[in-house]
């Protein structure tokens, strides 16, 4: 009874440590970045460790049979939520601001919703049409700030668009692989997908990571590597999918704001961005459209109402 109680507050606590994990990880990395790396290592290291780790946590819990078919379209899976969404993300980070990554990562619930439309036949209400453009007013005002940008502690269009393009890839990924992910536990779902994204990434950037001359590389940013590795990639996706098997969508998605906050914080106190007034205003518009969306009312809720 009293484990029951706490499984909400698990929940919340497993959501917003999840979402400080990648909130802190966006500074970190940037800095990483800037220091002996770039975004192919990093990306490179990304999926390699948490291969690694998923794997070897695989061994202590209860083992999952998964047939070839869904091996195979864990594969797929793959490609749109580690692939293109880790490279996008991670490239894009050591091009433009921490500050600016971080906002544009809060814009996923308005992909999936336009997604869910195409793909799941979700309705498109008035409100959520609303926070679509507001959203998408917010993103504009984020990338024209950085076009005009002189120094990248603001931003920069190519990094901004590269953040975007991985939101709209994981969004794909949850349209199109939700059932899925949802047949097997975390653990067999993010060791396979991991290992299909390392046997896809590495043939392509091994070479390059073992160019790097590792004998300069700051101590620090191996530090700063292992932080993304360990708790923004393999904690963060554990926790998140503990919060989201207890927590509505709707509250899951509310968490996203998390993220924003601490990066922001964090960069400015350490000078790795920077925070501008039109930043701000896209931060309010960003945030609206996403608070719209995720308060507007699914299928299924308009079919109970019925």
């Given at each position: 009874m009293g484990n029951n109680k706490n499984i909400p507050l698990q929940a919340h606590l497993s959501m917003f440590t999840a979402e400080f994990f990648w909130g802190l990880m966006a500074p970190l990395g940037k800095d990483a970045m800037t220091h002996g790396i770039d975004g192919i290592d990093m990306v490179s290291f990304r999926v390699m460790g948490g291969a690694i780790l998923f794997w070897i946590t695989s061994i202590f819990v209860k083992k999952e049979t998964v047939p070839t078919k869904d091996k195979?379209?864990?594969?797929?899976?793959?490609?749109?939520?580690?692939?293109?969404?880790?490279?996008?993300?991670?490239?894009?980070?050591?091009?433009?601001?921490?500050?600016?990554?971080?906002?544009?990562?809060t814009s996923m619930p308005i992909f999936a919703m336009v997604l869910s439309f195409f793909i799941l036949k979700e309705p498109i209400t008035l409100q959520k049409a609303l926070g679509v453009f507001i959203g998408c007013c917010g993103a504009i005002i984020l990338i024209i700030t950085s076009a005009a940008a002189v120094s990248s502690k603001v931003g920069d269009i190519r990094g901004d668009l590269m953040c975007l393009g991985a939101q709209l890839s994981f969004a794909l990924y949850l349209a199109l692989f939700n059932n899925l992910i949802k047949k097997y536990s975390v653990f067999t779902v993010n060791k396979w997908m991991f290992l299909w994204a390392t046997l896809m990434i590495w043939p392509f950037t091994g070479s390059?990571?073992?160019?790097?001359?590792?004998?300069?590389?700051?101590?620090?940013?191996?530090?700063?590597?292992?932080?993304?590795?360990?708790?923004?990639t393999y904690m963060g996706y554990i926790l998140t999918m503990v919060g989201q098997h207890s927590l509505r969508p709707t509250v899951v998605s509310i968490y996203n704001y998390?993220?924003?906050?601490?990066?922001?914080?964090?960069?400015?106190?350490?000078?790795?961005?920077?925070?501008?007034?039109?930043?701000?205003?896209?931060?309010?518009?960003?945030f609206s459209g996403v608070w719209l969306v995720i308060k507007s009312k699914s299928k299924r809720d308009l079919e109970t109402k019925k």
């Amino acid at each position: 009874m009293g484990n029951n109680k706490n499984i909400p507050l698990q929940a919340h606590l497993s959501m917003f440590t999840a979402e400080f994990f990648w909130g802190l990880m966006a500074p970190l990395g940037k800095d990483a970045m800037t220091h002996g790396i770039d975004g192919i290592d990093m990306v490179s290291f990304r999926v390699m460790g948490g291969a690694i780790l998923f794997w070897i946590t695989s061994i202590f819990v209860k083992k999952e049979t998964v047939p070839t078919k869904d091996k195979l379209l864990l594969a797929g899976a793959a490609i749109f939520g580690l692939v293109c969404n880790q490279c996008l993300y991670t490239i894009g980070l050591s091009i433009t601001s921490p500050v600016n990554s971080s906002i544009v990562t809060t814009s996923m619930p308005i992909f999936a919703m336009v997604l869910s439309f195409f793909i799941l036949k979700e309705p498109i209400t008035l409100q959520k049409a609303l926070g679509v453009f507001i959203g998408c007013c917010g993103a504009i005002i984020l990338i024209i700030t950085s076009a005009a940008a002189v120094s990248s502690k603001v931003g920069d269009i190519r990094g901004d668009l590269m953040c975007l393009g991985a939101q709209l890839s994981f969004a794909l990924y949850l349209a199109l692989f939700n059932n899925l992910i949802k047949k097997y536990s975390v653990f067999t779902v993010n060791k396979w997908m991991f290992l299909w994204a390392t046997l896809m990434i590495w043939p392509f950037t091994g070479s390059h990571v073992m160019d790097l001359n590792w004998a300069i590389v700051p101590t620090k940013t191996w530090w700063e590597a292992g932080y993304v590795v360990i708790f923004g990639t393999y904690m963060g996706y554990i926790l998140t999918m503990v919060g989201q098997h207890s927590l509505r969508p709707t509250v899951v998605s509310i968490y996203n704001y998390v993220q924003p906050i601490v990066s922001v914080t964090v960069s400015i106190l350490t000078g790795i961005g920077v925070f501008t007034l039109m930043q701000g205003v896209a931060v309010i518009f960003v945030f609206s459209g996403v608070w719209l969306v995720i308060k507007s009312k699914s299928k299924r809720d308009l079919e109970t109402k019925k």
